[in-house]
């Protein structure tokens, strides 16, 4: 088991920025790699961001590339998803996952969730 806490949501107006966290228990953060997904009112859960267990690879979906950026810190445990330039279509819960191996962009390779914070873009 991986406990996975997600934080850093709120309410930001479009352009603005928001820094997310996600913090894991235990002393194997280091030996997973982590994921960012997404999933709006209505539609299904999407891929953001990934990056590997060392924090050597990273991977973007198209609609965030440039503006978003995965990285982790694995002395504190914690995984983060810098979000600039947000738009109205950003608007959903934000969830970060594990799963050992490299990195992936189907939700169904990961391993371990936690609770999604939500993430509201105003226009």
């Known amino acids: 088991q991986v406990p996975l806490v997600a934080s850093g949501g709120g309410l930001v107006q479009a352009g603005g920025s928001l820094r997310l966290s996600c913090t894991a228990s235990?002393?194997?953060?280091?030996?997973?790699?982590m994921g960012w997904f997404r999933q709006a009112p209505g539609k299904e859960r999407e891929f953001v961001a990934a990056?590997?267990?060392?924090?050597?690879?990273?991977d973007y979906a198209d609609s965030v590339k440039g503006r978003f950026t995965i990285s982790r810190d694995n002395a504190k445990n914690t995984l983060y998803l810098q979000m600039n330039s947000l738009k109205p279509e950003d608007t959903a819960v934000y969830s970060c996952a594990a799963r050992r191996g490299i990195i992936a962009r189907s939700s169904s390779e990961y391993d371990y969730w936690g609770r999604g914070t939500q993430v509201t873009v105003s226009s």
């Open positions: 235990g002393r194997t953060f280091t030996t997973y790699s």
């Open positions: 990056i590997s267990s060392g924090g050597g690879m990273t």
